[in-house]
């Protein structure tokens, strides 16, 4: 059964964070980013239909962002504010997430990330099914880019035509694919040629095997690739 953490477990959470900061450094890599979206729990401890903490974790949203923003610090103590990024999903509904006042909750972190300087903040658009459950923000870079100066990186339901309106329109600074990806590893040349994508098939997203990682056709010329 769940249990609550207790603070002790806590910090030691925020340790493995800085841990894996550095380890990353160390194996090379250009930066790190805290998946703070899709229930995972640091999305848990921000949105108020999960955190039902009264001690200093929880309750005020401030509180509830304490573990984020403890853990954002010590990743950048760990290597530096430019080479760390943070992903947030305010109208993501998956696992039950949400909360009272989603504005609120996520403008003060996206306000606090902002004042670190952190490397780059993405933000997840809701998905149709999310939509359908009626979401408080439907348009989620327009809503939260003009609360932040830092790099802004929109995901979620992007093809070439929305990608390149939303950074036209500065609503983003890029734009993240995804699932695109899985089924076009030449997407950038897919892109560039303004060529048809390959369809994504979902049934094969998390099987064992090739089928749905190394057998969508590549354009001519190009190579398939797996990430």
């Not at 010590?74 to 504010?81: F, G, K, V």
């Not at 790099?151 to 694919?177: H, M, Q, V």
């Not at 030449?186 to 095997?209: Q, S, W």
Request: proline residues 5%; negative net charge.
């Amino acid at each position: 059964m769940p249990r609550e953490l207790d603070a002790a477990e806590l910090w030691a959470i925020i340790e493995d964070f800085a841990r894996a900061t550095r380890n990353a450094r160390k194996a090379g890599f250009d930066g790190v980013e805290l998946h703070g979206a899709n229930g995972y729990l640091h999305d848990q401890f921000l949105q108020d239909v999960s955190n039902r903490r009264t001690d200093d974790w929880g309750g005020s949203i401030e509180k509830r962002a304490r573990l984020m923003l403890e853990t954002v610090d010590a990743m950048i103590a760990a290597w530096s504010a430019d080479r760390v990024g943070v992903r947030l999903g305010p109208s993501i509904s998956l696992y039950g997430m949400g909360d009272s006042d989603p504005l609120a909750a996520f403008g003060y972190v996206v306000r606090e990330l902002d004042r670190r300087r952190i490397g780059c903040l993405t933000m997840l658009e809701p998905n149709k099914n999310d939509l359908e459950k009626g979401v408080a923000i439907e348009k989620v870079a327009k809503t939260f880019r003009p609360m932040t100066s830092v790099p802004f990186i929109a995901n979620t339901g992007f093809d070439r035509e929305k990608g390149n309106l939303a950074i036209e329109g500065g609503d983003a600074d890029a734009i993240a694919y995804g699932v695109l990806f899985l089924a076009n590893s030449d997407l950038i040349e897919r892109f560039r040629r303004d060529a048809r994508l390959n369809k994504p098939d979902p049934a094969t997203f998390y099987g064992r095997g090739p089928n749905g990682y190394t057998d969508y056709p590549a354009l001519p010329g190009q190579k398939a690739q797996v990430a």
